[in-house]
């Protein structure tokens, strides 16, 4: 999942420390509720450190029912390349013991790992865009190599016209 929707309005904060803004807060809560409605039951976590994708995590395991605090920050995905390799390293890291995953990270990594896992069926994920892959494989370290099937892609505009 990218991020929902970010403020730009304090100069004074770093990239990393930017909040969501209105348009965020509203759109998250509306991307959670679509997954659980669509049955989504994650047991693992993992953010980037960024406030934006953090809050956005906090907000969405929350309506998934996961303890928002046991998401697993990692600064890797706080990366902002075409190549996704940090977030190809941590996916490879993951324990075989979890089985359904959500990360939440930004563009262009995010855009570009969905575009290739989907065949091109994914462009630029807006904010708040979910893209989910089912794969069989029997340890993460498989996964890039595996052939994934895309089971939904959602973004926020698509479930409100509000957003």
């Known amino acids: 999942m990218r991020h929902a929707k970010s403020s730009w309005k304090d100069s004074s904060l770093s990239d990393e420390q930017r909040p969501l803004n209105k348009r965020g807060k509203r759109a998250a809560p509306v991307v959670g509720a679509k997954l659980k409605e669509l049955g989504i039951e994650i047991d693992l976590a993992i953010s980037s450190p960024a406030n934006r994708a953090h809050t956005t ?4 395991t929350e309506i998934l029912g996961y303890e928002p605090k046991e998401i697993l920050v990692r600064e890797e995905v706080y990366e902002f390349s075409f190549a996704g390799s940090g977030v190809k390293q941590i996916v490879s890291e993951i324990d075989p013991a979890h089985k359904t ?3 939440f990270g930004h563009n262009p990594t995010f855009s570009a790992l969905s575009a290739d896992w989907s065949g091109g069926k994914i462009g630029d994920m807006p904010t708040a865009a979910v893209a989910c892959f089912d794969v069989e494989i029997d340890s993460w370290k498989d996964f890039e190599g595996a052939s ?3 089971r939904f892609y959602i973004y926020p505009k698509m479930l ?4």
């Open 160 to 163: 409100s016209s509000d957003l």
């Open 57 to 60: 995590g906090r907000i969405v």
């Open 101 to 103: 995953v959500i990360l």
């Open 148 to 150: 994934k099937q895309m």
